[in-house]
């Protein structure tokens, strides 16, 4: 056995709690040569058995501390306030925890000399003339995207290294906390109820085994620079739901269109969105996962 077999990466993730975070503690926690460490803001981790720490990343001395005692070869944020409308209301809190929260995590990763890898989002796009590139210029219509805009610049202004994902309606399995689109999708319509589904928000959604799959490739080749992961394919989110409900053989006609007005949401959306995915696919291999196959894999692991 030659000494690098035996070499184990370091890896810290925080917001393990939540619905992407899971998915990164149920890939890396059981490797051989990973120590892994997570952290989220609840008393006890919801996956039972992992290294925890209880951690608020609005707050720079827990944050530090948490670094510096495990001095992770690298660190990945799944820690985000994601109420898009709330961010509006609560823009003290979300600006703490969305970006103060990223400050610190660079200050502990250059102490330590980690590649932190973070999650942004398509919503620091205004939504006039998507899909994007990582190159098109930002312009966030809501306060949710100007936190992540805001992170994503403190991450280039400070981390010694780093890989930013851009993401999109992220779906897929997480066993814990809320439902996921997909999951709320098809518990709705099998219980007959009416859903009211936007036809004028134009995404490529992201499943969240793919956002994982970016992560592993990012400590792999330990590329640095902002890279989207999302889907093969360019959809309206009300199409979206029919493919949902054509996959499960569900009653399309509860599914309502409507238009994105008609919800009266305190946050702005960026309606022609979306994230062209060719330099991750070029630059780290990532194969995005066709929808149907992604339903596949959910409806196995979660009995759907």
Known sequence: MFAHDII??????????????????????NMEN????????????FIPGIDYLRVDISQRQEVKRAVLDFYPDFIVN??????????????????????????????????????LIHFSTDY????????YSENDKPDPVGYYGRTKLASENAIRLTAPSYTVFRINVLYGVAHYGRPDFVRW???????????????????????IDDAVQGISKAIEFRKTGIYNIGGREFLSRLDFTYRIAGYFDLDKTLITAINTSELNQA?????NS???TIKAETELGFIPTDIEESFRMMKDELGL
């Not at 990973?34 to 006890?44: I, K, N, P, Q, R």
């Not at 979300?94 to 980690?114: L, P, Q, S, Y």
């Not at 946050?267 to 309606?271: D, G, I």
């Open 267 to 271: 946050a702005r959306r960026p309606l």
């Open 34 to 45: 990973v120590e892994f460490l997570g952290v989220s803001m609840e008393d006890a981790s």
């Open 185 to 207: 999708v098809v518990s709705s319509l099998r219980e007959n109820k009416t859903i009211r589904i936007v036809k004028d928000q134009i995404n490529n959604p992201t499943f």
């Open 8 to 29: 184990k990466k370091r890896i810290l993730v925080f917001g393990v709690n939540g619905m992407l975070g899971q998915r990164v503690t149920n890939h890396f926690v």
């Open 124 to 131: 620091v796009f205004n939504g006039k003339s998507g899909p």
């Open 274 to 276: 979306g994230l062209y």
């Open 78 to 115: 799944a820690a985000a306030f994601t109420n898009v409308d709330l961010c509006e209301s609560q823009r003290e809190t979300a600006w703490k925890v969305n970006v103060k929260g990223v400050e610190f995590m660079c200050e502990g990763a250059r102490i330590t000399d980690a590649h």
